[in-house]
């Protein structure tokens, strides 16, 4: 073959190639129709005014098929002429003490859910939402192996307009009704003065649907950054589920950690799951199945960062419990119930609920030493609330709760003030042993034992008393770093939020770490017992500036409080020890 046929064949191939795309620029040829993709089909992608897929449903069954597996064979799939014309979507808000709650007749569900105690902190601050950028109702419920999702159909409901929830419960119902007379009803009750609302969900005959023996209760919304510290409110959230007498957590690294640069999914196989939810730094949203416990979790999305106000906000995330559908109703009727918690990590409000949804708090679970830290941070989370309804102001409480622990602590802190006075007083002699038996380092630790033994003193005892205080300190790391009390509580001056730390050096808060420093430095100053630790004199303040400069400024004005009050005690123990001795001498 020559040349010029082996060039006409390739030009005719190309032309073959390109033939639709060259008619469809010239206008001869109309573009062939795209399919949508499975997120603009299940996900929420969707807005309210696509058209809704619906499942044919089954006309009467021979007696022989009425059985789960005759159900699954004899009903239709969906089809691709199957989709109902779009519908009006209306809306109702629900008002109550808590929230304000817009719900959507497409999904049949909250679209929005703001909290009305609790803003955002930046500059045109509104209330915090739950349901940030909400495309679809939520919670969502799946069926038929995650292929029929509810809240993608169009409801119809009596109540309208605004509905205000004022001195007891108020219920909502949403009904789904198909042409051929198959229903879904979804039933909501709102309470005055909780961050809970409940859902029962019926379908008279779940057949009619196709629908299995489980399905999925999740809730895909993502939780956003509400705190100026957007790095550390993101670095507090992940999912977190409870079993019987243990809670576990979802993802690695948190629920907002591992690698999320994909898609990708977590899930755990279990059994008896009484709760599943995620949180941020102060917020989270809580799945309680009430009919019975789920059999499974799983989360599963990606990472998408969208920027918003001064923060990101992570989209994509969905968290889902399996349900399983009890084997007794016989005519096909599914009729289950669920409990959702929507609102802030607030240790009283949620152990109000007896299902150990303080939990979420992830307090107590350090290795080793969390049960001793569990057993100082439960009594403070109780005492904080009741010591506000005496003084209300958190700034003045944290300071008390410095001196209270200060008093309690006395009698250790008493021996590491003798014990680094008598320490010191014995420097001399220990330098003169030092230098008699420097080549035998045997004889020179045995003249020191005898030595401390002599003047009474103990050369550990300035860091033992300390030991039993740090479970202490670690409790109230994180229970002021945890706790909502502590959010946009002001305390005076210029400290207006005892929950934020310096986001810069340049920040206000900064002063008060750098006040924190300077007590530090001086209470070393004084209870240094050995010259060649002068190097530490100045550095430790400076460690403990860097550490804490980020950390809730309530936690920063706790340290301030204790150290100032231990560089008094350390002031009047060595007052009182000089003059001792020279009552002595």
């Keep these: 073959m020559d040349k010029r046929s082996i060039v006409v064949i390739i030009l005719l191939a190309l032309l073959v190639i390109f033939w639709s795309p060259i008619m469809i620029s010239l206008g001869l040829l109309e573009p062939a129709p795209q399919s949508p ?40 799939r969906k089809a691709a002429d199957s989709a109902a014309p779009a519908q009006q979507v209306d809306t109702i808000t629900v008002e109550t003490e808590k929230y304000t709650i817009l719900l959507s007749t497409f999904g049949g569900g909250p679209v929005s859910i703001k909290l009305k105690e609790y803003s955002y902190p930046w500059e045109g601050n509104g209330p915090v939402e739950m349901l940030p950028g909400a495309r679809t109702a939520e919670p969502k419920l799946i069926f038929q192996n995650g292929q029929f999702d509810i809240t993608r159909l169009h409801y119809a409901s009596e109540q309208s307009g605004t509905i205000n929830v004022q001195g007891s419960s108020r219920t909502i119902t949403f009904t789904f009704m198909r042409a051929d007379g198959a229903a879904i009803q979804k039933i909501y009750t709102f309470y005055p003065d909780k961050y809970s609302f409940d859902l029962k969900i019926i379908i008279p005959d779940r057949r009619q649907f196709s629908i299995e023996r489980h399905y999925q209760l999740a809730w895909q919304n993502g939780l956003t950054a509400t705190e100026l ?82 923060n990101e906000t ?9 349900i399983t559908i009890p084997i007794t109703d016989t005519d096909g009727r599914l009729e289950d119930n669920m409990t959702f918690y929507v609102g802030p990590l607030d240790w009283d409000r949620m152990k109000s609920y007896d299902i150990e949804l303080e939990e979420m708090f992830d307090i107590g679970t350090t290795p080793f030493v969390g049960w001793m830290i569990r057993i100082f941070a439960i009594p403070i989370m109780w005492l ?191 007052r009182k020890r000089n003059r001792e001795n020279r009552q002595i001498t």
Aim: aromatic share 10%; proline share 7%; glycine share 8%.
């Design 37 to 76: 993709t499975p997120e603009q089909a299940i996900g929420d992608t969707a807005s309210p005014d696509q058209s809704v897929t619906e499942i044919p449903g089954p006309q009467t069954l021979p007696a022989d098929e009425q059985t789960p597996a005759g159900i699954l064979a004899a009903i239709p």
């Design 229 to 310: 510290d957007e790095k550390g409110d993101y670095a507090a959230s992940f999912a977190m589920g409870l079993l019987p007498g243990e809670s576990f957590m979802l993802g690695e690294d948190g629920f907002f950690g591992g690698d999320w640069e994909n898609d990708t999914t977590f899930a755990r196989e279990i059994f008896d799951i009484t709760w599943l939810g995620k949180r941020s730094k102060y917020f989270t949203a809580i799945m309680i199945p009430r009919s019975g416990p789920g059999s499974a979790a799983e989360i599963s999305g990606k990472k998408s960062r969208v920027k918003e106000h001064q």
């Design 314 to 322: 992570i989209e994509k995330k969905t968290l889902s419990i399996s």
């Design 384 to 574: 904080l609330p009741r010591m506000y309804d005496i003084i209300p102001n958190y700034g003045v409480i944290i300071i008390l709760l410095g001196v209270m622990v200060k008093v309690v602590t006395w009698p250790l802190s008493r021996k590491t003030v003798k014990s680094m006075a008598g320490m010191r007083e014995l420097q001399p002699k220990i330098e003169k042993l030092k230098e008699k038996h420097k080549k035998n380092p045997q004889a020179q630790q045995k003249a020191m034992m005898a030595l401390y033994k002599e003047a009474g003193v103990n050369p550990l005892g300035g860091c033992l008393p300390m030991l039993p205080q740090m479970p202490l300190f670690i409790a109230l790391f994180r229970v002021f770093n945890t706790t909502i009390l502590l959010r946009g509580a002001p305390f005076t001056l210029w400290i207006d939020d005892l929950s934020r730390g310096a986001l810069s050096w340049t920040d206000p808060y900064t002063v008060l770490v750098v006040i924190m420093a300077l007590l530090m430095f001086f209470q070393q100053k004084v209870s240094m017992t050995d010259p060649r630790n002068k190097a530490m004199v100045y550095i430790m303040p400076v460690v403990f500036g860097f550490m804490f400069h980020s950390f809730s400024s309530g936690l920063v004005l706790y340290w301030t409080t204790f150290s100032a009050f231990s560089l008094v005690e350390q002031y009047i123990g060595n």
